[in-house]
């Protein structure tokens, strides 16, 4: 059958029409007589009642067409142009709708200012030529890096910092300021000349001496919390008496803790810890220990004990502030990584990936990078024919390399999970004239204590600060107040140190 529709009105049928079969017409003596072609729809030559039905639907459709748009009011083919010519009339004669108005960008005129804070890796050429959206010249940046670089380091940029730059209307920097901490303010602004001048204010604090005491319960940090102090205390607490005690192993519950600290205000806001003057710790495994900070005349401050015997030694107690030996130095260690008896040239101290690594005694670093199994690492070569080495680092301190000089207790890594490695961890090793040596069997010499010719000053200095250390009570009770230091001080002492 044909397939036939009707759509608005439209009539379309399916079919195909061919002239390339020919029926042969025959006469009643069953004679051909003359080919014509024959209508076919769907390929097949329709039979002569499927041809009248074909019709009769045509003539259906034809009628149902004459319906819609002749006979039915409204629909005449007549109406529906007048229809049309009345629309078109009316839209001529009708006004032109009113165009409406795109409200102009504002054009940007006089002063804009740029704030934020410098994010973490950021300089400040980066902030200031378009990650911070101030887009200067590189002429313009070049002028303000010029003008702050006499009165603060850039290399002390800071991720968290705040900053302000004020830019003028053709592109040139009118005013900036960098808050570096709660003291110290870098300011830049054009003088009467026009050139760009840099200042560096700083906020006058007071030093304030306090006393603090306790008791270990579960650990030195909960015990100077619950003493009203900052945790950071406990980073100076440590690092006094780093070279004696292994605060990690060797703290015990009933331990006891004095300390006598220099605080600094800025109004009624504590800022920071700056110094410890003097520090007890008396323990059952590690023992008593006290340090009295002091200055010998033309020396630089440091620690000794009642006595006038240096607190510091040829090599700290540990590399690590906190660590716990996880492995240590075995020549017929079975080995974690490659199954099979190897030996265990060090001490392994596990730790959390990041933790700071100090330098063990003061000296020269011989090799800082990748060194296959030992993953990345560092040597220092030390006196008295000792060298250390540091493995399965991190990542390392970027402005140290390989001819620096460090002094104990210097940070020169991050410990990591590098080479071959069964967990985080810092292998600690130890060669005395080329051959290894277990560090823990090793016996530190001192450092040279107050000279005969001092001894006299130093107990004369120090003997007011062993009576006050002695007097402070080891409860954990609120700290006591002592009479203060100097008033004011410069912010930017370097024994002053954040918490």
Known sequence: MPEVFAAG???????????????????PSGKKTARRPVLELGGKAPARRGTVRLFFMLGVLVLVNLYVFVWRDGTSIGAVRAKAQSIGTVALDAPPAPIPEVAAAPVESGPRTVAGKVAKGESLGKILRGSAGADLSAAAADELIRAVGPVFDLRGLRDGQAYTIVIGERGEVERFELVVSKTVTIRVERGEDGALVGTKDEAATRIETAAVGGAIASSLYASVKAAGEDGALVNFFVDVFAYDIDFYNDTREGDTFRVIVEKEYKDQEFLRYRRILAAEYSGKTAG????????PTGKPGRYYDETGASVEKSMLKTPLKFARVSSSFNPKRMHPVLHRVKGHFGTDFACPVGTPVWAAADGVITQRGPAGGAGNMITIRHDNGLVTLYMHLSKFIPTLKVGDRVAAKTVIAYSGNTGLSSGPHLHFGVKKNGVYVDFQSLKPTRAAGVSKGDLTRFRADTGTLVEQLAAIATAPTAPTGIPTGPATTAAGDPAAIAP
């Open 288 to 295: 008593t220990f006290r340090a009295f900070y002091w200055q």
């Open 9 to 27: 009105g439209v009539v379309v049928v399916v079919g195909t029409f061919t002239d390339r079969r020919m029926v042969d017409k025959r006469s």
